[in-house]
């Protein structure tokens, strides 16, 4: 197994500045080029440090790499692909960063050359934040990056990927595409569709005007704030092509909430209790896997990262 001499960063914002960091954090020898869509993007990476070289394309950008990272928005990944597909060294792993798995390997495996191993991957970490100056360098530590390689993939290049992962502080599972969107959904994709949908309606009651909003708020409705500043472009992208896992999530999601709502209306406090408590035990779980802290906290400390 080797290490990338040369990682390629085609996007420039959380996500892949967040890899640079991490990578430098590990002390890896490793060039780093990269390219994003506008020239502020480019020249702000380059001043952060987060590439030693940038370049205005993508074709340009990924000249020599043994990896290359796809961390651009969903709806952008088969262009991308295409448009480095003729530059891409043999032997070297295209990855991406995609929330969104199955549509994304559609998207991007017609364009990769035979001579060029293609690994999609999608790291469970993130921030509502966008852009390059939001990268953190601790943003992947002890959280999950889900693999889902084809069956016949090389093992050696998936054995070196996974090991870079885990130098960024990762911890790495494989998954099969549709298990992961599917996963996805609940974990994450479902929850920032219902934050949306909640400040949508707060926004939209007349006698909650926004300035009690913005007064008032307590953690519970401020946590869904944070997670409705996300990038609008990224989850429009996630709705967009995780449709049918996202549906179906969204029809259990319904039917839940008739039978609370039917609770409610009828005093059936026991249901209600019953329910709290189920839910509860999760987050005891979700604290017992080290996936966050027991700590009090009124509406999120300064490391708040959600899991996207
Ligand atoms: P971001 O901060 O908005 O950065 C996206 C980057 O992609 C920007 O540098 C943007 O350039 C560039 N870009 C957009 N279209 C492009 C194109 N056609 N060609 C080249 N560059 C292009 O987004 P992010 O949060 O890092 O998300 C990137 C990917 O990671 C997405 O696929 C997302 O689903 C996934 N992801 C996100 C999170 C999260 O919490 N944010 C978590 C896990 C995975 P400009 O700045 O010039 O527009």
Not at 72 to 97: F, Q, S
Not at 153 to 173: C, H, P, R, Y
Not at 238 to 261: P, S
Not at 275 to 296: E, H, K, L, M, P
Request: include cysteine; proline fraction near 4%; charged fraction near 20%.
């Amino acid at each position: 197994m080797t290490q990338y001499k040369h990682v390629a960063l085609i996007g420039l914002g959380l996500i892949a500045g967040s890899m640079s960091l991490a990578m430098r954090r590990a002390g890896m020898d490793v060039h780093i080029t990269g390219t994003a869509r506008s020239a502020e993007t480019r020249a702000k990476a380059l001043e952060l440090g987060l590439v030693d070289a940038v370049f205005d394309t993508a074709a340009e950008a990924v000249k020599g790499a043994d990896l290359i990272v796809l961390a651009v928005p969903i709806g952008a990944m088969g262009t991308v692909a295409a448009e480095i597909a003729p530059h891409l060294k043999a032997g070297a792993t295209v990855t991406d960063v995609g929330s969104v798995k199955a549509a994304v390997v559609t998207a991007v495996a017609p364009h990769i050359p035979d001579n060029v191993h293609f690994i999609p991957g999608h790291p469970m970490a993130g921030t509502e934040k966008s852009g390059p100056e939001a990268g953190l360098a601790h943003l992947f530590d002890n959280r999950w990056c889900l693999l889902t390689p084809p069956e016949d993939v090389d093992q050696n290049a998936l054995a070196t990927l996974k090991s870079f992962w885990i130098s960024l502080g990762a911890m790495v599972e494989e998954m099969e595409p549709d298990h992961h969107d599917l996963v996805a959904v609940v974990i994450s994709h479902a929850p920032h569709l219902i934050a949306y949908t909640m400040v949508g309606v707060a926004d939209d009651m007349s006698r909650v005007t926004k300035q009690e909003v913005v007064n008032y708020s307590a953690a519970g409705f401020r946590d869904f704030t944070r997670i409705a500043a996300s990038d609008p472009t990224m989850w429009r992208d996630v709705f967009l092509h995780n449709k049918d896992a996202t549906l179906e999530v969204l029809g259990r999601f319904t039917e839940e909430l008739f039978a609370l709502q039917r609770a409610i209306r009828t005093g059936d406090g026991d249901f209600l209790f019953d329910y709290f408590t189920r839910t509860r035990n999760i987050r005891r779980s979700i604290i017992d896997a080290g996936q966050d802290t027991d700590a009090v906290d009124f509406g999120r400390g300064p490391h708040a990262e959600d899991e996207t």
